[in-house]
C-alpha cells in the first residue's frame, strides 16, 4: 500500500508538472498551453501528489513488530 502511495504521488507531480508548463504556455502544442486553469489544475495536482508521496514514504520506517 505504501509503494503504491509513493508511485502514485510520484504520477501525479509529473502530470501536474506539465500541466503547470502548459498552462503557462511553455509546453506548446495542446488546447491547454496558455490557459491558467491548467496552471492552477496542475498546482492543485503537485500539491496532492507531494501529500501521498511524503505519506506513502513516512510510513516505511514502522516495522511489522511495532504494529501489535
Do not use: E, P
Request: glycine letters at 24%.
Amino acid at each position: 500500500m505504501k509503494n503504491g502511495l509513493v508511485v502514485i504521488g510520484v504520477l501525479l507531480l509529473l502530470v501536474g508538472l506539465v500541466w503547470v508548463g502548459q498552462g503557462l504556455g511553455y509546453i506548446k502544442g495542446s488546447f491547454m498551453t496558455g490557459d491558467m486553469k491548467w496552471f492552477w489544475i496542475g498546482v492543485g495536482m503537485i500539491v496532492v501528489g507531494v501529500v501521498l508521496g511524503a505519506g506513502g514514504l513516512r510510513g516505511r520506517g514502522r516495522t511489522s513488530q511495532s504494529r501489535v
